[in-house]
């Protein structure tokens, strides 16, 4: 056998909080899915245990109380989640997305406030963009800021919020110019005990049953102007275009670990399972789709690896964050079908895991930008 290269520590330090996540995981997530998608939420004590073990605001600096540590941390704990099956805990949005909206343009007073909440899981974060009748065309939302003295006055509804039921804190996306365009949206963060404020219905998904996607509404909801993130109004919409290849990369990272977790579940079964006097694995048919989908799934992840590289680096670009989030949720997609059907009957039951995976899944070509979305941005590079 030859000699392997020893590891740096870098790469220890991964292996080693690679193991606390997937422990949390499979201690603290998987025995609850049934139970949590029955409630259509995490409880809420889960946040404070995971901020209790360093789990939240991993690529957070120290000073602002978080992890300090990179993007790699945040997507071993998101590949985790994914492999543990669990679409409930909103931490991706929490950890990998609000925490990074603060961090890059709060002001440093309300980082210094806010940050600290999020690692230790006294507040939990939503991103407030998409609104009854509007989604990916951002520009045009309706929700409206009034400056009114110091203070900004809120009025407009959002929907399909991820942690909308149990979110402390709301990066909410407004107008403050409803003439100029992408020009007049600004980003405003809305503590959710601001007299005004109320929350709709949890809605009911056709799969991700345990997370907590709600309507949230704002009546004259009045925020002070110290809020605003960025220096000046206007800087919304530039802002999101900035954040959201990072969301996209969080996409594909549950997308690819979604995907492996997926087939490898199907490999045991087919095993296991027999028919006709012998297993599903052995006869050829199952052995060359699990081939193909084992293919698409390690084309899939060095792609991934790829982008989290050039993301770690600072070089990921909006086309190849698009094109990540393009490819890994169409394969997910696919294979995660195909894994259904080697199943058989027993894949359409919600007790296995594959059928929960299959539901969960097909927001992902929706989600962060749609399939069709991500295509006109890569086009409008090429």
Request: aromatic share 8%; glycine share 10%.
């Amino acid at each position: 056998m030859p000699l392997q290269p020893p590891k740096s520590a870098w790469a220890r330090d991964l292996d080693d909080f690679r193991e606390l996540a997937r422990t949390f995981c499979q201690k603290e997530l998987a025995p609850h899915a049934e139970r949590w998608a029955e409630q259509k939420q995490v409880d809420r004590e889960l946040w404070n245990k995971a901020g209790e073990v360093g789990l939240l605001a991993l690529s957070i600096p120290e000073e602002y109380g978080g992890g300090g540590g990179t993007f790699a941390h945040e997507a071993v704990l998101f590949e985790e989640q994914a492999r543990a099956g669990d679409g409930a805990w909103g931490v991706t949005v929490h950890s990998g997305i609000v925490a990074h909206y603060l961090l890059h343009y709060a002001s440093e007073e309300k980082k210094r406030e806010w940050l600290p909440k999020f690692a230790s899981g006294e507040m939990v974060g939503a991103i407030g963009m998409t609104e009854p009748g509007t989604g990916s065309d951002l520009q045009n939302i309706k929700t409206r800021a009034v400056r009114d003295g110091d203070h900004y006055v809120i009025n407009g509804a959002k929907t399909f919020i991820t942690n909308g039921a149990l979110a402390d804190l709301i990066v909410l996306a407004v107008k403050t110019d409803p003439e100029a365009g992408a020009a007049g949206v600004s980003l405003i963060a809305v503590e959710t005990d601001t007299p005004g404020f109320r929350r709709g219905r949890v809605l009911n998904k056709v799969g991700l049953k345990g997370q907590d996607t709600a309507e949230l509404f704002f009546d004259d909801v009045r925020v002070p102007v110290a809020n605003l993130l960025g220096e000046k109004e206007g800087q919304g919409f530039i802002q999101m275009m900035q954040q959201l290849p990072q969301e996209r990369l969080i996409i594909a990272v549950t997308a690819v670990a979604g995907m492996e977790a997926a087939i490898d579940q199907t490999i045991a079964y087919t095993k296991d399972r027999t028919a006709f006097g012998r297993p599903i694995f052995n006869f050829q048919n199952t052995k060359f789709k699990l081939a193909e989908m084992a293919t698409e799934a390690a084309v899939a992840r060095a792609f991934l690896d790829q982008c989290i590289e050039r993301h770690l680096n600072g070089e990921l670009d909006v086309m190849g964050a698009a094109m990540a989030k393009l490819w890994s949720t169409e394969r997910v997609n696919k294979v995660i079908d195909e894994c259904v059907q080697l199943h058989g009957g027993y894949g359409y039951m919600m007790e296995y895991p594959i059928a929960r995976a299959w539901t969960d899944v097909r927001i992902s070509r929706i989600f962060g930008g749609t399939s069709e979305i991500m295509k006109e941005i890569i086009s409008r590079n090429l």
